[in-house]
């Protein structure tokens, strides 16, 4: 969530100084008898940039944050575990997550690698996945444990 919400601050900044570039080409080509073509092409890209603020954001909000009850655990020989289950929301690559065992013990950590069929992905969403944590070992963890974003 946090990642997005730059992005889009930082869009949004660029098309506040592309606004103001806009207002000063249009005051400089008033008085110069000009044809306007910088204040149409900085008003364009402002707009273009308020655009992208408003689609990172909806994008971001149609993404859950993440959830998924853990069917099977698999120790890995580097060294922690690959977990599977039912993605409900969305995961992403790098991301810090909490796992909650059913014996009410949280686990803190951070999703290196996920796979859906068989297939690297930077993303999981609503999708049966596998995600790898390289600092937890797989005895530490159980079937029916829930995996979930931390906000």
Not at 50 to 78: Q, T
Not at 119 to 148: C, M, S, W
Request: charged fraction near 20%; glycine fraction near 8%.
């Amino acid at each position: 969530m946090k990642k997005n919400l730059i992005k889009a601050v930082k869009w949004l900044l660029l098309g506040i100084v592309c606004g103001i570039l806009t207002v000063v080409f249009y005051l400089t080509e008033r008085n110069s008898g000009s044809r306007y073509h910088l204040t149409v092409g900085s008003g364009l890209i402002a707009i273009l940039c308020l655009a992208a603020v408003i689609w990172s954001l909806l994008g971001k909000m149609n993404d859950r944050a993440g959830v998924m009850v853990i069917e099977d655990i698999f120790d890995m020989r580097s060294g922690g575990c690959v977990v599977v289950g039912q993605v409900r929301g969305a995961f992403y690559v790098s991301e810090k997550v909490m796992i909650h065992s059913r014996d009410g013990t949280k686990i803190k950590t951070k999703i290196r690698d996920i796979e859906i069929h068989s297939q690297k992905a930077r993303t999981a969403v609503n999708t049966p996945a596998a995600l790898y944590f390289p600092d937890v070992e797989p005895y530490r963890i159980h079937q029916g444990d829930a995996v979930r974003v931390l906000e």
